[in-house]
């Protein structure tokens, strides 16, 4: 069983900036894609931005620019630096884990349980 542990969220003013981090800890034997998605009320689940092991970050349209991925693989841990926050980045955000726990294992999926990021304006 892996667990996701998210910190950093909060509520802060158009402009300021936020970091979140998210700590995978369990049974790991490698971690393929490690990601951060987002969910406003009444919208649905979108991808913020997802890094795969030794691959390149891809972000969602509406945060390039502004939002930086990274990951620190021997803390198993992923960060997302929100800069120039917006009124519209108000939401749930949630981390993601595509975990391989042993060699002879499946990949599975796992996510945190979330934190609120609030932004007024």
């Known amino acids: 069983q892996v667990q996701l542990e998210e910190s950093g969220g909060g509520l802060v003013q158009a402009g300021e900036s936020l970091r979140l981090s998210c700590a995978a800890s369990g049974t790991i034997f490698s971690l393929n894609s490690m990601a951060w998605y987002r969910q406003a009320p009444g919208k649905q689940r979108e991808l913020v931005a997802i890094?795969?092991?030794?691959?390149?970050?891809n972000y969602g349209d509406s945060v390039k620019g502004r939002f930086t991925i990274s990951r620190d693989n021997a803390k198993n841990s992923v960060y997302l630096q929100m800069n120039s926050l917006k009124p519209e980045d108000t939401a749930v955000y949630y981390c993601?884990?595509?975990?391989?726990?042993?060699?002879?294992?499946?990949?599975?999926?796992?996510w945190g349980q979330g934190t609120q990021v609030t932004v007024s304006s």
């Open positions: 993601y884990a595509r975990v391989r726990p042993n060699l002879s294992a499946p990949n599975r999926d796992y």
């Open positions: 890094k795969t092991d030794g691959g390149s970050p």
